[in-house]
Structures are given as C-alpha cells and as structure tokens.
C-alpha cells in the first residue's frame, strides 16, 4: 500500500467526521506534502525517552520511525527487538539506510554520512552498500542510477526534507527581515542565551510578516503539523506566533546550547560535528559498537501501528513509542489503537508520546474502561517534558500498565 493512501487513512479523509468539520482540503494538502522526507533527523529527544523508559534491555518495542534517530539511539540499550513502523516509506528508507550503513561502515564513514551529511564522496559510500539495501530502500534513493537521492549526502542532508527546508526558510525570511537566527550560537551559558533570544531573536516573531505566515494552517506543514494538530498547539493562546515565541525560546534558552543538536539544528542548521557529547546517541563513537551489533534486532514494517498490533501476539510488548501520533488520532482511530495496545501490553509495558498541548489526548478521546489498566504520573510527566530538549512540544507522557 502506498504512503498517500496510509496517510489518508490516517488523518481520517474518508471519514464523516472529517467532512463534517471541513478538514477535508487541508488534510489533502498536508497528505500531499506529507508524501516525502519530512525529518531527515527526528524531532523528539531518545536522551529523554531512555530516562523516562527506564531500563529496556532485553524488551520488546514498537516505535513510530520518523527520522530513526530514536531508533538507532535505542539500541544503545540492547532491547531485544524494535518494530520499526511507519506510515511514510521515505522515513523507512532512511532507516533502512542508517540500519545497513552502521552494519557494514566504519565509524569514521557512518560519521561522514550522518553526522556531516554533507562531503563530498558520501555517494560513493552509500554506492558501496547500495546491493545491502532492502529493495524499497534501493528503489527510494535510486542507487542503481547515476545519479538521485543519495546525493544529498554530499551537498547538506540535513537542508532536505520539509523539515530541513522550514528551517532554511526560517533563516531566510529572519534575514530579509533584519534578524539573523544563527545569532544564538553565540551564547556560552544559559543566561547569555536568555539575553540573546530576547533581544534579537524574541522581536522577529512580533513582526507582521511572521504573524501572518504563522495564522495560516499550511505553512506548520514543514514541522509535521497537520490541520487537526495546528488547533491542539495553538490551544487557549491569542495568536500562534506567540506559542511559537515561547516554544523557540525554551529550546534556545533552557538547556545547554553546547550539547543540545536540535538547537544547534534549529540555529546553526548542521551538526557539532566536533563535539562528541553534541551528537545524538547513536552517532557517538563510544555506542557505535553496541548499536552496530544490535542493528539486526530492527524490522521494518510499512503500515500503521495499529495494524502492525493486530498481527502480534497478546501479552508480548514491552514498550511502545508513538511519537506525537495520536494528535493526528480521531477518537476512533484512537479507540482502535489503545484496544491492540490493551491486548499486547505485558503488565508493566510503558508508552511514551509527546502532545503539542499541555494535556494528554488520552483521557478525553478513550472510553474510560480502555485506560483502567494504566496509570501516568503529572510530576514524572513534568520531567519527561523538562528533559526533552527538541522543546517543541507542550507536553511529554508515560503510561505503564498496572496490572
């Protein structure tokens, strides 16, 4: 099945509800957009999900792919196995490529391809995994031609995908409006971050132009956002170029832009290819081996969670990863889902998510009776939230099951 027809299941397009609430155009543009490399890395912290997980050797995981950063970083941990599932084959064929590449590379090559993601020379190792590649992964970056997707690898990977393109955006529009956002690599503790922000980066987003890009649904796209998700960020606030404001400034602001990659990203647009600590988990020398002999513990599944659940056996998951997932979720979809969760769960298996609001989706979408098996803790999602440095979201969870 393809991607498009995935995500149209997915943000309900076929539904009554979606055509009752008008969402049905919008869906269709961001299903469109959607339908390519959103996140050439993942925007959600594997530090701050490791923490909140707690111990996951030996343990059996579901997890939403995006990017395969979390992924990747996972293995640092040695769970047995992770299903690797996703609606969206571009986010897929990057895993698969990260997955082979940290199976057959050196780490001074994987390095280059991954970290850097922008010498030249790249082509000529991913040439020389290419026949390593499941086919859907050959087929996605056209490594039996002379020339196609790989090639990003040598001209700034991290600029591509919608993601990478947003930010590039970002920084031009700053410019052509007398802001420069790589401003903020300038600072060397927390409180310089806080006076830089404020004074040249704060401005940018009480500017007129940023506020009426920011009201329009379509331009959040290139985050991931689609409609039904731009409502849940935007929540009680008058204007979303103000959540936006407070959002950038507690990634800028709250934690140490030296060993934070999501602000060096977001700022400077590349990796501290220097600074080991800077790096994600997995790009680390010191995990290279773990992660390079648990890479065969991943499997690659193209379709929706929910239907990957349905296959496996009762009571035999112990973690599960759903990203921000459920924010796209109607309350049927939702209800589909927590019911394979409810069957698969092992009595103390953990899920963990993020929101763009500040509460759970959870409680107000699922009947009562499908959450009694599980309990969540305000003050530990307090500190899943204070330790995910990605910033973007309002709210990080955890759900384990009791019993």
């Known amino acids: 099945m393809s991607s498009k027809v995935l995500l149209d299941k997915a943000v309900g397009l076929s539904s009554e509800v979606s055509a009752q609430e008008g969402r049905s155009f919008w869906d269709r543009v961001f ?107 050959q087929d996605y970056w056209q490594v039996n031609k002379d020339a196609g997707r790989y090639s990003w690898f040598s001209t700034g990977f991290y600029h591509r995908g919608l993601l990478g393109r947003f930010i590039g955006f970002g920084h031009w529009l700053a410019r052509r409006l007398g802001y420069d956002l790589s401003v903020m690599m300038q600072a060397k503790s927390r409180v310089e971050a806080e006076h830089i922000f404020d004074e040249k980066i704060a401005p940018l987003f009480d500017t007129r132009v940023v506020r009426w890009l920011s009201s329009q649904v379509w331009v959040l796209y290139g985050l991931g956002i689609p409609p039904r998700q731009y409502q849940v960020l935007k929540g009680d606030a008058l204007h979303m170029a103000d959540v936006l404001k407070a959002r950038f400034r507690h990634l800028a602001c709250d934690y140490d832009m030296d060993t934070n990659y999501f602000a060096w990203q977001a700022f400077a647009r590349r990796f501290d290819d220097t600074n080991q600590a800077a790096l994600p988990l997995y790009l680390q020398e010191v995990n290279y081996a773990s992660t390079q002999q648990a890479a065969e513990k991943v499997t690659i599944h193209h379709q929706s969670v929910t239907d990957y659940l349905a296959l496996r056996a009762a009571n035999s998951i112990d973690v599960y990863v759903f990203l921000d997932a459920q924010d796209w979720m109607a309350a049927e979809q939702l209800t589909d889902l927590w019911l394979e969760v409810n069957r698969t769960a092992k009595v103390g298996a953990r899920v963990i998510f993020r929101a763009a609001g500040k509460e759970s989706p959870l409680e107000a979408l699922l009947p009562a009776n499908l959450l009694e098996y599980w309990t969540t803790d305000a003050a530990r999602n307090e500190q899943f939230w204070h330790e995910d440095r990605s910033a973007i979201y309002g709210g990080c969870f955890i759900y384990t099951r009791a019993f």
């Open 31 to 137: 299903v469109r957009w959607f339908d390519q490399l959103v996140y050439p890395l993942i925007w959600e912290d594997p530090v701050s999900d490791l923490h909140a997980l707690g111990n996951i050797e030996g343990q059996n995981m579901v997890c939403l792919t995006s990017g395969g950063c979390n992924i990747l970083s996972y293995l640092t941990q040695n769970p047995a196995h992770i299903a690797a599932v996703d609606l969206n084959e571009a986010h897929l064929s990057l895993l698969a490529l990260k997955q082979t590449a940290a199976q057959r590379l050196s780490y001074q090559n994987f390095h280059r391809l991954f970290a850097q993601g922008n010498q030249l020379g790249n082509e000529m190792l991913i040439s020389s995994i290419k026949h390593d590649l499941p086919q859907f992964a």
